[in-house]
């Protein structure tokens, strides 16, 4: 039995995620500064794109991926120091 389209779809999805999280690891061994591994992360997503989508267009489709990500990441508030 296959999996349906949208079932392929996740399932696509999460093997790309897992990946996506396995260089995470590799790069935070390479750099300790998160600007560094952020701001590489990002021009990932440009090069993923570049050629076939202007740079506006880019960012746009970034900040509609975070604005579905950020309310499950926003677990309860960090204590006050």
Known sequence: ?????SDRNFIDYK????KALEILREMKAVS????DIEL?????????HKGALPGATISS???G?????????????APAK
Do not use: C, D, N, W
Not at 1 to 5: F, G, H
Not at 15 to 18: G, L, N, S, Y
Not at 32 to 35: A, D, E, H, L
């Open 40 to 48: 590489a992360l990002l021009v990932a997503i440009f090069e993923l």
């Open 61 to 63: 489709i970034v900040q």
């Open 65 to 77: 991926h975070l604005q579905t990500l950020a309310p499950f990441y926003a677990g309860p508030p």
């Open 15 to 18: 093997q790309a995620e897992k």
């Open 32 to 35: 300790p500064r998160k600007v």
């Open 1 to 5: 039995m296959s999996a349906e389209p």
